[in-house]
């Protein structure tokens, strides 16, 4: 698995709080040079790390660069390579970043039991217990829920940067029960169910 970095955002949240990452959009866990991701400036003026990086959706983040305050945008699919992107996150760290995960050949968890699964992680250790989880599930399962997650941290973007203090609850109730618009996401995630699973 690995973690392609872009820059700050302010306080992440707790089910991400601890992935840690270079400030460079680089792959740390495996070691390969991302730089190619980036598309360049994409104002030509200067940028502010607090307020214009961010995840643009899913699949991309727009990043300042903290020394040269140069905007740029990632596409996470195209800097993720082999790997698959999950999603587009923020963490704790201040920063944000394209999530490369590795799915597994069979769909054994759901969308539900994934999220399950990655709760139970402490990924203040490492991330390999994460990388279990995703290796339990399909690309499918993976994408449904990542976008679960981008659709829950874009929802609380704004009281997040002016309220740190309820920026977890905000997300949460996004991701949990569907608030700040993220009904769909919630509802598809819910509804994930194995092959040889009964529906009803």
Known sequence: MALITCCSFGPGCDFFQELESDPQPAATETGGDEAGASTGDTDGGPCEVLNDDRCLDQDRVASCGPADGVLSEVDCPAACG????????????????????????YKVLTCPELESCLGECDLSES??????????????????????????????????????????????????????????????????????????
Not at 83 to 98: D, E, M, P, R, V
């Open 127 to 200: 991330l390999a217990c994460a990388d279990q989880c995703f290796a339990r599930t399909d690309a499918d399962t993976i994408r449904i829920f990542g976008a679960l997650v981008h659709c829950a941290e874009a929802a609380c973007e704004d009281s997040c940067r002016q309220t740190p203090q309820t920026c977890q609850a905000c997300v949460d109730a996004a991701r949990g029960e569907g608030e700040g618009g993220c009904s769909l996401p919630r509802a598809v995630c819910d509804g994930d169910r194995n092959p040889d699973e009964p529906w009803g």
């Open 82 to 105: 082999g790997l698959l992107n999950f999603s587009c996150i923020a963490t704790a760290t201040g920063q944000h970043a394209c999530w490369c995960v590795e799915p597994g050949t």
